[in-house]
């Protein structure tokens, strides 16, 4: 079945931490990435996304993914983070021949300390 | 560009009654629109793809006769909650996927229900 799996639900960081974000995918056969963010109160926005081509994706406010096709992996990545990177983080995939439905993970919860 | 409404934002509803939630994109026409539930601190559940002039496509386990959806024009789509209960209460999200890139969606604000 498709699937995706963010294993870090909470994560806590100061600020100018770095953060790494994990997601694992189960897709068969091409596959379309996606990192979402949601503000407090606000819709989703999309931060970054991957359809093919180089593995590492830069996305908005110096977010990046990478892309490794052997360990069915999209991690999220900042090397600095702000206090108002505080949001909840969705990882997401679609396929091919799915035109377009969205399978979400189950959402990681980010708090940064000032 | 690439801008999805919601309208309401948020409701509050007597059990037993029927509401309407309006998704609009407003600068595209989106012949794919989405509509999901999200509960609180989880993530997303896809309830139906809307196509426009078709019939919507439910996802197993959403009852496609409480959860009525309409895509009448390529730029609104209808979710309407029929006979509502406490346990509908939630937080309904629509999507909008542009013609060109049907994999990218544009998210609406969401609107927040709340049935008594």
């Known amino acids: 079945a498709q699937s995706v799996s963010q294993h870090n639900h909470h994560v806590i960081l100061s600020e100018a931490a770095s953060l790494e974000l994990g997601c694992n995918y189960s897709?068969?056969?091409?596959?379309?990435l996606f990192w979402y963010v949601q503000y407090p109160g606000q819709h989703l926005q999309l931060l970054l996304k991957y359809f093919s081509g180089d593995p590492l994706v830069k996305g908005i406010k110096g977010f990046e993914a990478e892309f490794i096709k052997s360990k069915f992996s999209f991690n999220l990545r900042k090397p600095s983070v702000q206090w108002s990177d505080t949001a909840e983080y969705f990882c997401a995939a679609t396929g091919s021949s799915n035109t377009g439905k969205l399978i979400f993970g189950q959402g990681t919860t980010l708090q940064v300390k000032p | 560009g690439a801008v999805v409404s919601q309208h309401p934002s948020r409701v509050i509803c007597k059990s037993g009654t029927s509401v309407k939630i309006e998704c609009r994109s407003l600068?595209?026409?989106?012949?794919?629109m989405f509509w999901y539930r999200q509960f609180p601190k989880q993530s997303l559940m896809l309830m139906a793809t809307?196509?426009?002039?078709?019939?919507?496509?439910?996802e197993q386990g959403v009852e496609k006769d409480k959860f009525l959806i309409n895509h009448a024009s390529l730029t609104l789509s209808t979710l309407t909650v029929t006979s509502a209960h406490p346990e509908d209460s939630s937080f309904y999200i629509c999507s909008a996927g542009r013609p060109e890139s049907s994999y990218e969606q544009y998210f609406g604000p969401g609107t927040r229900l709340t049935v008594t």
């Open positions: 600068d595209f026409q989106a012949t794919t």
């Open positions: 897709y068969g056969g091409t596959v379309n």
């Open positions: 809307s196509n426009e002039g078709s019939k919507a496509t439910y």
